[in-house]
């Protein structure tokens, strides 16, 4: 019998008895877990050592510290509009302040990118685990109790925005493989999800649905899509074939792919001329794919981004398996995504289905209709860095510290190597930059991996796209060095060449030689590719101040190029634009020193950014 409740103490205690006081507390991953019920159990078990809590989960969501002042003074009205109101959890706190008492344990097997990577405390207890097999650690360590947010509609209750994982115990609990009681916060701003996703209220031990425990969501702003980025995109969308199935990630490569598909259905002369610019002759890649999606596509996705909206809405995802177009295992994104979501007529809806992570994430359990379905499909993944040899870097730094987790890139790539016509592609910009200075994220060697080189496929940067599949380690390496920064590639050539990986005689193609940003700029019409091309939470002024903010971030510790900007910024009256972006950031009348020199960076950084952008 359900027993609905509205305080969340209340079920803490419940739970304690239930329980014994050992609780292993299973939280989903990213935007489903239940903030009351975990600090509840949380502040327990802070009270009484006699309590046991273990709790296990990913991808815990806060607003990004904010390290200086500039920071903060821009940020902090974005984050209280996209990210006010949602609950801060205990266990984050503690795990922050060093403050986790020795009762209480909590495992993480992803973290938000870099929110841990100087946490110690996380750090230690990071879990390195494949997503499908997350739930079986959960099993392994006997979990008792799972908590998440759910909709309401009546007597039924949706996972919404979290089968992934909970389906997947849940069939374990009714093979009698596992014994947990299941919780539900009622939080009214959740699409009701249909499908596997729709729960009758009899699978819940217990309801928490009180007006004081509602809260808005977690709705991080979408950050701006970059001409390399755009790049990306336009490469990857070239490889998605009609008919086919495609899965991609929450970022901004994931918008620009969908942007470029976009493109390709609806202004297919744009996107032609977009993938004629930008291919350099000699690179070797898959057959360029130019037609309009008139059978359509299936979306076996670990996350459903906001990005499938619009691909589903303009028909490219529209091909049916199981009367769903699009099955996820989990979502997160900006509010108005998730309104989005509510607001879809109920037929629109009901061809997306939720699904539980083993599900999408894997071949086996009912294999032969999942090959049946993800006909040629496309595994678009990130990386952070990729070795010239063909692996690629995307949770961790080489000294051990955790920057975010395998999650479910292992999963797709090995599909791709199973599944007849699939491909993965690794995606990432050809450079960073890091304390002021511009880095190759091709690099010969790292000192850690998370996809082996033996699972090399496809690779793709804004210079192009690199077809590893079957190739010698020689052959890698040259076409990884074609899609490479020019300013980065002869000192890959040489780490090779002294390795003994590439010929002596072998040299870089001329048509190589020119790998740099300039062409990529101008080989993007703005009128095409947008910064946000699907929406924004910014304001316009903050639209404006984005690009400063970026080129004043940029340059580091660069001395002389910070002294140029603030005399830039001193130098001449202000514009109407310029006071109104000085008054978002509190600087339009400043007498303190520090606030003046702030305000001068700033207005030299707009100033900067306005002549360049001028056209020459």
């Known amino acids: 019998m359900t027993a609905f409740l509205s305080d969340p103490e209340e079920i803490a205690d419940r739970i304690v008895v239930h329980t014994g006081g050992r609780i292993v507390l299973g939280l989903p991953l990213g935007l489903g877990k239940s903030p009351h019920v975990a600090n509840a159990l949380f502040e327990r078990a802070r009270r009484d050592p006699s309590i046991r809590l273990d709790i296990f989960t990913a991808l815990t969501l806060e607003p990004p510290a904010l390290t200086s002042e500039l920071e903060r003074r821009f940020l902090e009205p974005v984050f209280e509009r996209t990210m006010g109101g949602y609950p801060e959890f205990a266990y984050a706190a503690a795990q922050r302040s060093g403050d986790m008492p020795p009762n209480i344990e909590v495992n993480e097997f992803f973290f938000q990118a870099g929110s841990r990577l100087d946490n110690g405390i996380a750090q230690r207890s990071y879990i390195s685990a494949n997503y499908t097999h997350a739930a079986r650690c959960l099993l392994d360590r006997g979990v008792n109790v799972i908590a998440q947010i759910v909709a309401r509609r009546g007597d039924r209750f949706s996972l919404s925005c979290n089968s992934d994982m909970t389906l997947d115990l849940l069939l374990h609990r009714k093979a009698g493989k596992a014994d947990f009681l299941l919780v539900g916060q009622v939080n009214d701003e959740l699409p009701f999800m249909p499908g596997r996703a729709d729960l009758p209220a009899d699978d819940f031990a217990m309801i928490l649905d009180s007006p004081e425990t509602r809260f808005p969501l977690f709705g991080p702003p979408k950050q701006p899509v970059s001409a390399a980025h755009h790049a990306i995109g336009v490469h990857v969308a070239s490889l998605v074939p009609d008919g086919g199935s495609l899965q991609i990630g929450i970022g901004e490569i994931g918008d620009a792919v969908a942007h470029s598909l976009l493109l390709r259905q609806q202004r297919p002369d744009r996107f032609r001329s977009a993938v004629d610019t930008l291919l350099v002759a000699g690179q070797v890649r898959p057959p360029v794919e130019m037609s309009s999606f008139d059978q359509g596509l299936y979306a076996p996705t670990e996350m459903l981004v906001d990005g499938f909206l619009e691909l589903i809405r303009t028909g490219i995802v529209s091909r049916e398996v199981e009367g769903a177009v699009l099955h996820g295992g989990f979502f997160v994104g900006p509010r108005a995504f998730y309104a989005a979501l509510r607001d879809m007529d109920e037929e629109t809806r009901a061809r997306i289905q939720m699904r539980e992570i083993s599900y999408i994430n894997a071949l086996y359990g009912d294999e032969s209709a999942k090959r049946a379905a993800r006909v040629d499909a496309r595994f678009v993944n990130s990386a952070m860095m990729v070795t010239l040899l063909g692996a690629p870097i995307s949770d961790a730094l080489e000294d051990g510290r955790v920057v975010s987790g395998v999650g479910g890139q292992y999963n797709f790539v090995a599909q791709a190597m199973e599944l007849d016509g699939a491909r993965s592609i690794i995606t990432l910009p050809a450079t960073r930059l890091h304390k002021g200075a511009v880095q190759s994220n091709i690099v010969w060697s790292y000192g850690h991996e998370t ?166």
């Open 451 to 616: 996809i082996p080189r033996h699972l090399r496929d496809i690779v793709v940067t804004e210079y192009g796209v690199a077809d590893l599949r079957g190739m010698s380690d020689e052959r890698v390496v040259q076409r990884l060095i074609a899609v490479a920064d020019s300013r980065f590639q002869n000192e890959l050539l040489d780490a090779a060449r002294s390795a003994g990986k590439v010929g002596p005689s072998w040299s870089i193609p001329p048509e190589w030689r020119n790998n740099l940003p300039q062409r990529i700029g101008e080989a993007l019409p703005e009128d095409d590719f947008t910064s946000f091309p699907f929406g924004t939470d910014f304001t316009p002024v903050e639209q404006r101040l984005l690009p400063a903010l970026q080129h004043l971030a940029q340059l580091g510790r660069s001395p002389g190029q910070i002294t140029a900007l603030a005399a830039r910024g001193i130098a001449g009256s202000l514009t109407s634009q310029e006071e109104e972006a000085l008054n978002r950031l509190q600087l339009g009348a400043v007498h303190d020193v520090r606030s003046r020199t702030i305000r001068a960076l700033v207005l030299g950084a707009l100033r900067f950014i306005d002549r360049t952008e001028q056209p020459s």
